[in-house]
Every structure is written in C-alpha cells, then in structure tokens.
T-cell receptor, first 119, second 113 residues
Framework: GAGVSQSPSNKVTEKGKDVELRCDPISGHTALYWYRQSLGQGLEFLIYFQGNSAPDKSGLPSDRFSAERTGGSVSTLTIQRTQQEDSAVYLC?????????????????FGPGTRLTVL | DAKTTQPNSMESNEEEPVHLPCNHSTISGTDYIHWYRQLPSQGPEYVIHGLTSNVNNRMASLAIAEDRKSSTLILHRATLRDAAVYYCILRGAGGTSYGKLTFGQGTILTVHP
C-alpha cells in the first residue's frame, strides 16, 4: 500500500522567502508528526497532530514556523522568511493514532523527507 | 523527557548476531522503550518497542532489564542491509507530549561482509 509521501523532495530557496512543505499521511492514520534533521544532527521533533488539532507544538523553533492539517489528512509545514539555519531535511511521519497500548498505534511510519536548502 | 545513552558506533560481521545496548537509568514506570533505525538517505523505520517484557518480531528482539534501566536490541543474523543508525527512544504514556519521539544520536552500526 502507499506509504507517507512528501513534496517537494527537494527545495532550494533564497533567504527571506517563504516555503511550504507538504505531507500526505497513510490513509486512515489519525496522527501526523513533523521532524527535521539538520546536517550531522539527530532528528528533532517539531509538532504533531491528532486529527486536525496540534496538542504539542513545543518543538517549533520560532514563530516563523507553523503547521496546519485539514480534513484529518494532508498537512502543510510553512516556514516564513527562511534563514540559512533552516536548511535541513524535514521528515513527516504518521501513525494509526496515539494510545497507551496496542502495537499498531505505537509505530510511526516516516516519509522520505523534503531536503530544504536556504541560500 | 528521560534520556538514553548508546554507544556511538558498533561493528559486526555479516551473519553474526548483534547486540545493541541502551542505558536509560531515569526511565519512568510508564515510559515505553522504542527502537527505530535510519538507513542512509532514508527516513527512520520502526524496529520494535516494549514496556517491561522481552519482545520479538520479524526484525529483531528486545531484551529489557528487570529494573528497566537498560535494554538491548538484538539482531539475530546481521545482513549488509542492517547497516544503519539505530535509535533507542523513550516515549511517555501521557500528557500532550505523548506522541513525540525524542531522538538521540543513536548507534552507527557497520556490517562487514
């Protein structure tokens, strides 16, 4: 079946421009997560959605970052006035849901990522 | 979030078992132990998770110490395709932060033919 897809796969932009990154989760997955991985760094949590609401936005680096999810499906991560330090691979993941038990709910499926380069 | 400690790197030979250790001395009673791996140029991939008891699946086994302060991911027969960064992660079971995974630096596993 189809996995998590992300678009674009690569994005090169100039400093100061806005960018939108898109994530299509696996059909039926109610939870959606955004992470980023900078060069040589580990994965950094940004935000997650349960349905269309975001209970935890604690990982967003600044107010230039925002994310939304509509219809309980597609999510968009927007970065305004991009800076060079925003350059990273942005990864999206989805899971069946968020529960305290049940193996199926614990597994996050990751997409291939969007490589963002800010010049 | 409770932290985990893993060796920076490990090496193995193909067809041999691999034991990847993880220390999590500050684990709370409701924290789940998750393992993910990341192959080169790919997103992370779920491997296994557990709470208290040892777990087995088609990919690996997870051995959890009785006091839960450490765990070991066991790959029974390493293949070249198992070369990846392996992350040991603790995930809380409540609150608004329930859904997030906090990745550390992980262990780089090299498998020699």
């Amino acid at each position: 079946g189809a996995g998590v897809s992300q678009s674009p796969s690569n994005k090169v932009t100039e400093k100061g421009k806005d960018v939108e990154l898109r994530c299509d989760p696996i059909s039926g997955h109610t939870a959606l997560y955004w992470y980023r991985q900078s060069l040589g760094q580990g994965l950094e949590f940004l935000i997650y959605f349960q349905g269309n609401s975001a209970p935890d936005k604690s990982g967003l680096p600044s107010d230039r970052f925002s994310a939304e999810r509509t219809g309980g499906s597609v999510s968009t991560l927007t970065i305004q006035r991009t800076q060079q330090e925003d350059s990273a691979v942005y990864l999206c993941a989805s899971s069946l849901g968020i529960m305290s038990s049940g193996s199926g709910y614990n597994e996050q499926f990751f997409g291939p990522g969007t490589r963002l380069t800010v010049l | 979030d409770a932290k985990t400690t893993q060796p920076n790197s490990m090496e193995s030979n193909e067809e041999e078992p691999v034991h990847l250790p993880c220390n999590h001395s500050t684990i709370s009673g409701t924290d789940y132990i998750h393992w993910y791996r990341q192959l080169p140029s790919q997103g992370p991939e779920y491997v296994i998770h557990g709470l208290t008891s040892n777990v087995n699946n088609r990919m690996a086994s997870l051995a959890i110490a009785e006091d839960r302060k450490s765990s070991t991911l066991i790959l029974h027969r390493a293949t070249l395709r198992d070369a990846a960064v392996y992350y040991c992660i603790l995930r809380g079971a409540g609150g608004t932060s329930y859904g997030k995974l906090t990745f550390g630096q992980g262990t780089i596993l090299t498998v020699h033919p």
